[in-house]
């Protein structure tokens, strides 16, 4: 009993002391290696943005209008007389000249009416010729053969009243054009004054927009212009007709462009885009994917100057094309930042790397 409480107490000597030697043992001991510090230089450096140096080149400026499509007349052909539409000739969208008749009306009794008004001028001019000859005579009195000729003249007006009367109930088209639309069927009554049909001239076709008070000083009847429509096709004109009088509402001027429509295949109120061509300029050739909004929603692009910093320049479209956008606004000649404008503002300093460089990189990459 007495030797194994002597071994515990030696064996918990031992331990206190193997704990205590590892607490204050040797001071000079290492202390464990640790991960050092991330290096956060890197964070410092400038962003880094594609640049390409861009000249400018003499180019027509012009002005981008929105304009629509307008026929160059068109009308609601009404009746002149009332009656019953006997025949409609012409369906829609029939292509008619000038003088082609369109429809008819029941003529009713004009034709019975003309007919007497005719067998009454044929007596008022045999008593005419014989009121004549007795005057001639000496057998009539001026009087007399005044009254016999005005009997006459107005045997005559009623013929022609009647046939005027008559020609009412056939119904022409007043110019070459399209007819549009019917508004009657057969069998339906007209009045004087209803409307029959309309009729649309498409050649030439107007594109019309309007031009602020700027702008339209520049412009004059005779010069060229050009439409792109909404389906993609372009067409030349020029300009018919300038405004004198400014929209009350908008003060702009409304003007037009007259394009050739042989084919009918410009309708009347499609949307266009309106070149107008104000002045020969300098412009810059841009891709539309570097144009860019500054905070106030003015469209502009980025630019770097000699010391790298990022300058913002608000441009005005002057024309489009399949090679891009034609921009005013930039220096004669500026590094424009073609890739990562979106990160970097006004002010900032960024690292530019010339777009040939990058090219020349990646076929190093590639090879």
């Known amino acids: 009993m007495k030797r194994s409480f002597i071994f515990a ?12 030697s590892g607490q204050f043992g040797d001071s000079d001991a290492q202390p464990e290696a640790q991960k050092p510090p991330a290096d956060l230089t890197a964070l410092d450096n400038p962003p880094e943005v594609r640049v390409r140096l861009s ?31 006997a025949k409609l000739i012409v369906e ?4 008619v000249a000038a003088g082609e008749v369109i429809a008819e009306l029941d003529p009713g009794d004009r034709q019975a009416r003309l007919a007497e008004a005719k067998a009454l001028r044929a007596q008022r001019k045999i008593e005419y010729e014989a009121d004549r000859k007795l005057s001639q005579k000496g057998f009539r009195a001026e009087t007399q053969m005044a009254a016999t000729k005005a009997s006459l003249e ?18 022409r088209a007043p110019f070459d054009g399209v007819v549009d639309d019917h508004m009657v069927e057969i069998g339906d009554f007209t009045d004087k004054g209803d409307s029959l049909a309309r009729l649309v001239e498409l050649d030439p076709m107007l594109i019309v927009a309007q031009v602020n008070e700027r702008e339209v000083q520049r412009l004059s009847v005779g010069n060229p212009g050009q439409a792109r429509l909404m389906t993609g096709a372009v067409v030349d004109g020029t300009i018919r007709h300038i405004s004198s009088v400014a929209d009350p509402a908008t003060r702009t001027f409304r003007v037009e462009l007259e394009v050739p429509n042989p084919d009918g295949t410009i309708a009347d109120g499609m949307t266009a885009e309106i070149a107008l061509p104000l002045e020969e300029g300098e412009a810059h050739l841009v891709s ?8 106030t929603g003015v469209i502009g692009v980025k630019s770097v100057d000699a010391n790298d910093t990022v300058i913002f320049h608000p441009i005005r479209i002057v024309d489009t094309n399949q090679e891009g956008v034609w921009i005013v606004g930039p220096p004669a000649e500026t590094t424009l930042i073609t890739v990562g404008q979106e990160y970097v503002n006004a002010g900032d300093v960024v690292r530019p790397v010339e777009e040939q460089a990058i090219s020349a990189r990646m076929r190093e990459l590639g090879s």
């Open 154 to 171: 107005a045997a005559e007006a009623a013929v022609k009243i009647a046939e005027v009367e008559l020609s009412y109930t056939v119904i």
């Open 92 to 95: 829609n969208g029939t292509r």
């Open 55 to 85: 000249k400018a080149q003499n180019h027509a400026v012009v002005d981008l209008l929105r304009g629509r499509t307008e026929a160059n007349r068109l009308v609601e052909i009404k009746t002149e007389t009332s009656g019953r539409v």
């Open 288 to 295: 539309p994917a570097i144009l860019t909004l500054a905070d």
């Open 9 to 20: 107490v030696l064996l918990a000597i031992a331990a206190t002391a193997w704990i205590v």
